[in-house]
């Protein structure tokens, strides 16, 4: 039967794509099968116990259009090179998104709710359709279009990368402003981390509303560590939702860019992955 044989003739070759063969790599094996505008997604402020989340996505031109100088994992590269790269980013994409999660829809839908919405909204925000989503880390579904979840994704994809430098300036930049607002914390030196200096001033001041109150460190500061993560916040005025359409003020509008968007992100119902638990994201689990 001709069957085995015909279907042999149809079966595309395997494409391998080794980690040294550089940051383009992935990308380019990608474009040379057909998908041109490969999107990558990464968050920044996931392990911070203070401030929002952030998560960016990216598309980068095919060739050496989309080739940036000092392009590296957000976390490698210094505050100066950091912002160097994101002017380049913003410059070259052809399409960038920024969404912004703050701390109280942390504390009320979890974490990592919050960040696969945030990650879905950035690549839905994105002027260009991807056709193919390179994420850091985990999947995200939900999509409509193909992807591929990629350890470390942001030291191995230039587009993920990419979309880590968005989100790292973009949370840092913000934490400075909120360091003028809350000046006891610290906020402009460890951007919301957990460092020495930030757990003393956490003892001291107890936590302020940008503080994260399901996070174990800061439900015991505030002396509510008793009761359940999501029921730790002090009632306040209602903060913008991640399911409601907010459009973002001044200070966030000097982030933007034509081809960009920087918003609060919203949108459809996510739906968290079944290996990770309720509490564990609630109190601040790192990958």
């Known amino acids: ?4 044989k015909v279907l042999e003739m149809l ?3 395997r494409t391998v794509v080794r980690r040294e063969a550089g940051l383009y790599a992935l990308e380019q094996a990608l474009q040379r099968r057909g998908f041109r505008h490969v999107a990558g997604a ?8 203070a401030g929002p989340l952030v998560a960016a996505a ?12 000092g392009l590296a994992d957000s976390k490698l590269l210094t505050p100066a090179a950091r912002e160097r790269v994101y002017e380049q980013v913003v410059a070259k994409a052809l399409a960038w998104s920024v969404m912004i999660i703050p701390p109280t829809e942390v504390d009320a839908r979890g974490l990592h709710v919050c960040n696969l919405a945030a ?48 989100a790292k300036v973009t949370r840092d930049r913000l934490m400075v402003e909120l360091d003028e607002k809350f000046p006891a914390y610290g906020f402009a030196v460890h951007k919301g981390y957990i460092t020495e200096e930030h757990s003393t001033a956490l003892t001291t001041h107890g936590p302020c509303s940008e503080h994260r109150f399901s996070y174990v460190n800061v439900a015991a500061a505030s002396g509510r560590g008793n009761r359940p993560p999501r029921a730790r916040r ?14 973002v003020t ?38």
């Open 11 to 13: 079966a595309p070759p």
């Open 119 to 166: 990650m879905r909204r950035a690549l839905a925000s994105l002027t260009v359709r991807p056709e193919y989503v390179l994420t850091d880390g985990f999947p995200v579904d939900g999509l409509g279009v193909p992807g591929l979840a990629v350890w470390k994704g942001d030291r191995v994809a230039a587009c993920v990368a990419a979309a880590s430098v968005l």
């Open 42 to 49: 990464d968050e920044a402020g996931r392990g911070a116990c």
């Open 58 to 69: 990216a598309i980068l031109p095919e060739g050496r259009r989309g080739e940036i100088p």
């Open 234 to 247: 002090p009632a306040s005025s209602p903060a913008p939702s991640l399911f409601d359409d907010v459009s």
């Open 1 to 4: 039967m001709p069957y085995p």
């Open 250 to 287: 001044e200070p966030l509008l000097i982030l933007q860019a034509p081809e960009g968007t920087v918003g609060v992100a919203s949108g459809e119902q996510p739906q968290p992955l079944p290996s990770v638990g309720e509490d564990s994201a609630m109190e601040g689990e790192k990958r």
